[in-house]
């Protein structure tokens, strides 16, 4: 069984600039969550993936944007860069468009200067 | 309300003792309450899970007490290590999203 795997592991980039992730999901997962980890505190829901479709969106700005493709792998794209957006990117799979138990990924460490 | 109070914020504990970390909530919704054990530079890992029907789960070296009527929610480790230290968060589950506790920074001294 393949565990959740994401890409790059470190990213720089500048303020303005655009940023792709992404997120390979557990053998025989279909639904995607993205998660941001600001230093020193506890995940925040980005938003998940169920069926190639938005299924749920947390407390994040339109510059914060997804796909999920047919394999269940899944992309997660920011915008016009700030240096608050400094964190950590978590992606946990899941099994169902409910799944409460959810698996992540070692994660994408973005820095923006 | 999706918040998640979660305590201490850092914990030592001696080799052998009994580490305690304490969650509590306010979205009755809530209908899964996992926690996660992270080490530096690594994603979460998944450690135990509990529903709200159960009132306890044990597994291994880990528990966790489950008081619905409270709202709240702890996890104990049994005889912690060293290897034990880690940040730990606690998370509910409501809808298809986690809300996660702020982390608790256990540290355990040989």
């Known amino acids: ?113 | 309300q999706q918040q998640v109070k979660q305590s201490p914020q850092s914990l030592i504990v001696q080799k052998g003792g009994i580490s305690i970390i304490n969650c509590a909530y306010e979205n009755t919704a809530f209908d899964y309450f996992p926690w996660y054990q992270q080490f530096p530079g690594k994603g979460p890992a998944l450690l135990i899970a509990i529903r709200p029907d159960v009132s306890e789960k044990k597994e291994g070296r880990f528990t966790i007490s489950f008081n619905k009527s409270a709202k709240q929610f702890s996890l104990h480790i049994m005889d912690s290590q060293p290897g034990d230290s880690a940040t730990y968060f606690c998370a509910a589950h409501a809808g298809n999203m986690l809300t996660f506790g702020g982390g608790t920074r256990l540290m355990v001294k040989p």
Request: one cysteine or more; aromatic letters at 12%.
């Open chain 1, 1 to 113: 069984e393949t565990g959740v795997t994401q890409s790059p592991t470190h990213l720089i980039k500048t303020r303005g600039q655009q940023v792709t992730l992404r997120c390979s999901s557990q053998s025989g997962h279909n639904t995607v969550s993205w998660y941001q980890q600001a230093l020193g505190q506890g995940p925040q829901f980005i938003f998940q993936y169920y069926r190639e479709e938005e299924n749920g969106r947390g407390n994040f700005p339109p510059r914060f944007s997804g796909l999920q493709f047919p394999n269940y792998s899944s992309e997660l794209n920011v915008n016009a860069l700030e240096l608050d957006d400094s964190a950590l990117y978590l992606c946990a799979s899941s099994l169902g468009g409910r799944g409460s138990e959810q698996f992540f990924g070692p994660g994408t460490r973005l820095t923006v200067l």
